[in-house]
């Protein structure tokens, strides 16, 4: 560090957080821009964050998986450890969704361990163990941001049951665009 | 009144004088005599120094203020401004306050580290804004590691302790999120960060003595979260790690006195997991470490030549224990648990044993305002006047929002005697209760944001008025020399 002049090192203060931010929203930006529309339906409630202000936090019906559609190889690993003879660490899985031409919605067709090659998916967190004959998979989507105090409208809205998140997709990579 | 002199001409008519006297052109003892007709610069340089640290002080809590105020206006979703401008009124903040503080560098230099704090808050909001523009969300600690790297080229820049202090503090604290207390195969990260981490600190940060001691907690923490808490042979580990780890400081670290606390620290947890936390989760009564306590604390008197490390973690050891007995009669009155640790704070402060007085001051002092700070909120004491009620929303008078409040005030008057011997701690007990409060108030009235940037620029500007009241003093004194 000794060897940089006093500008220079302002300077570098200066440019690294500014780079850093531009950075930052590259990955959201491409995915907004190149990534496929999925619909998600939703069970939200209004709790509230220091630092980020109102948000509706978001499940997805999509994140409880019936243990007959995840894969069979990754089926055999949840068997195992939930018989509690293997590791208990969450897995990488790949939740893959096809759109309901009835009702316009994307449900979850398969669940496997491995990037599938072609298709709509979402990167998610799985439970390592079946449930209730139930896979918990957790998407990386949770919160979704409102301006102060409009968080009750959307909370009575979802209490009808009707609340649909719309989301891009690319690479496995979701960004939350909507709430309806 | 004394006539006053700057330092250099006091001294000069002091060698003067003295010089005379030693010719005989004065009597013995008149130049001292002579010399009391002036102010010793010395009661000067004293309270001018006493007002920079106000002046810091001030602008460092404006800066902090008009920063949050910056943080709770991304908070508070500005609804009618798009996405776009508010991304760049964030980052023109960031680039605007900068540039101002490079360039008031010189003339003033206190509104100029304002500045940066301000800069460098705005560069954290714009980071959450992020964060709220993509509805992202979640990974906190990404944000923190994001926020302390972009500052600490600044830190580096200005040579400032306190920026170097939170940018490393916010990348350890994404370090314990993300590694130490992750789960799966993150975990063993830490095995290659542990490493790195002790490398930045001998190299960039010149084997600085806090970060040695920081990461050296990190790799005790990975040892115990990975072989403490495991329930298989695992657990047994200790009586083989712990001996090696002693033998390191004695041979490689050179007995460091830290080390030896965290060395110790972990053969008490190894007895705690066994004869404490065993029984207790098995409803028995932890006797066994009950009767264990006497005896450490007379090893440690006795027979370990009244080491301080060692009363250290028998002190906290005990402080647990206290905690443990809480827990094991099921005694949940809040109030009261809190107004225990209290007075045993209190006690502390000004009740010492000879032989560790640093140590048990030091813990009374500084344990003290915290608790005080938990007692200041109503909600604390409603368990007292109310024992069936659930929650502090359903107590059916005000009998525990007075208490909390005559205990303030009861406090404040104790801090204020402590501003009055020139304390320094008194002085920040008053502020962040005043701030404390006054949050409190203004946040049911006004909008958070504007309530925080108010006080910021209230803070700032008596900041200014003490810096110049300050310079139109030394002014005046030139003039006086003339």
Request: hydrophobic share 50%; charged share 15%.
């Amino acid at each position: 560090m000794k060897s940089l002049s006093n500008n220079k090192l302002f300077i570098i203060s200066l440019t690294l957080p500014i780079i850093l931010l531009l950075s930052m929203t590259v990955k959201p930006l491409i995915t907004i821009y190149f990534g496929e529309t999925v619909k998600l339906q939703t069970v939200p409630f209004d709790p509230r964050d220091l630092f980020y202000g109102d948000y509706v936090d978001l499940d997805f019906e999509a994140e409880n998986i019936p243990i007959n559609i995840v894969e069979n190889s990754l089926r055999k690993t949840l068997d195992n450890n939930t018989s509690g003879s293997y590791s208990r660490d969450d897995l990488k899985v790949y939740v893959v969704l096809e759109q309901n031409n009835i009702t316009g919605v994307h449900d979850v067709i398969s669940v496997s361990a491995k990037k599938p090659k072609s298709g709509t998916y979402i990167k998610g967190i799985s439970s390592p163990y079946i449930h209730e004959n139930k896979l918990t998979v957790s998407i990386p989507i949770e919160k979704y941001y409102l301006a102060e105090n409009t968080g009750t409208q959307l909370e009575e809205a979802s209490s009808k049951g009707q609340l649909i998140a719309t989301i891009k997709v690319y690479n496995g990579y979701s960004i939350l665009r909507s709430v309806e | 009144m004394k006539r006053r002199l700057s330092q250099s001409g006091y001294e000069f008519l002091k060698t003067e004088l003295s010089h005379l006297e030693s010719t005989g052109n004065l009597k013995e003892g008149q130049s001292k005599e002579l010399m009391g007709l002036y102010d010793s610069p010395r009661s000067q340089i004293k309270s001018s120094r006493i007002k920079m640290n106000s002046v810091q002080i001030l602008t460092l809590i404006g800066g902090i203020l008009i920063g949050l105020g910056i943080l709770s206006f991304v908070a508070s979703n500005w609804s009618e401004l798009t996405k776009l401008t508010k991304f760049s009124i964030l980052l023109a903040t960031l680039v605007v306050f900068y540039l101002m503080a490079f360039s008031l560098e010189k003339k003033n230099p206190y509104l100029s580290k304002a500045f940066y704090y301000i800069g460098a808050f705005a560069y954290g909001a714009e980071i959450f804004y992020i964060g709220q523009m993509f509805h992202l969300g979640g990974n906190i600690e990404d944000a923190f590691l994001m926020w302390g790297i972009g500052i600490f080229p600044l830190a580096m820049y200005l040579k400032d302790n306190l920026l170097k202090g939170v940018s490393i503090l916010f990348v350890y604290t994404f370090i314990e999120f993300k590694f130490l207390l992750a789960e799966g195969a993150l975990v063993y990260g830490a095995i290659l960060i542990i490493p790195i981490l002790f490398a930045f600190g001998y190299y960039i940060m010149k084997n600085n003595h806090y970060i040695l001691v920081v990461n050296f907690i990190l790799l005790y923490q990975f040892i115990e979260m990975n072989v403490m808490f495991t329930e298989n042979w695992i657990g047994y580990l200790p009586i083989v790690v712990i001996p090696v780890l002693f033998a390191l400081n004695h041979f490689v670290m050179n007995n460091t006195k830290e080390l030896m606390i965290l060395n110790f620290f972990l053969l008490y947890q190894f007895i705690e997991m066994k004869f404490v936390l065993k029984p207790l989760e098995q409803e028995q009564f932890p006797y066994v470490a009950l009767l264990l306590l006497p005896l450490l604390f007379y090893i440690g008197h006795k027979l370990m030549n009244k080491s301080k490390p060692l009363f250290i973690i028998n002190f906290f050891f005990a402080l647990q224990l206290t905690a443990y007995l809480f827990y094991y009669f099921k005694f949940e009155n809040l109030t009261i648990i809190a107004l225990f640790y209290f007075t045993l704070w209190m006690v502390l402060t000004y009740f010492q044993h000879p032989d560790y007085r640093k140590f048990m001051k030091f813990v009374g002092t500084f344990m003290h305002f915290p608790t005080a700070l938990i007692l200041s909120f109503p909600i604390t004491w409603y368990m007292l006047f109310y024992e069936d009620v659930q929650f502090y929303e359903n107590a059916p008078d005000s009998n525990a929002l007075i208490a909390s409040i005559v205990f303030s005030i009861l406090y404040l008057i104790y801090a204020l005697s402590l501003v009055k011997s020139e304390n320094l701690y008194g002085i920040a007990i008053v502020s962040i209760f005043v701030l404390r409060f006054y949050v409190d108030l203004s946040l049911a009235f006004m909008d958070k944001s504007i309530a925080f940037i108010i006080g910021g620029i209230l803070l700032l500007s008596l900041g200014y008025w003490f810096e110049k009241t300050r310079r139109r003093e030394m002014g005046k004194n030139e003039e006086l020399i003339k």
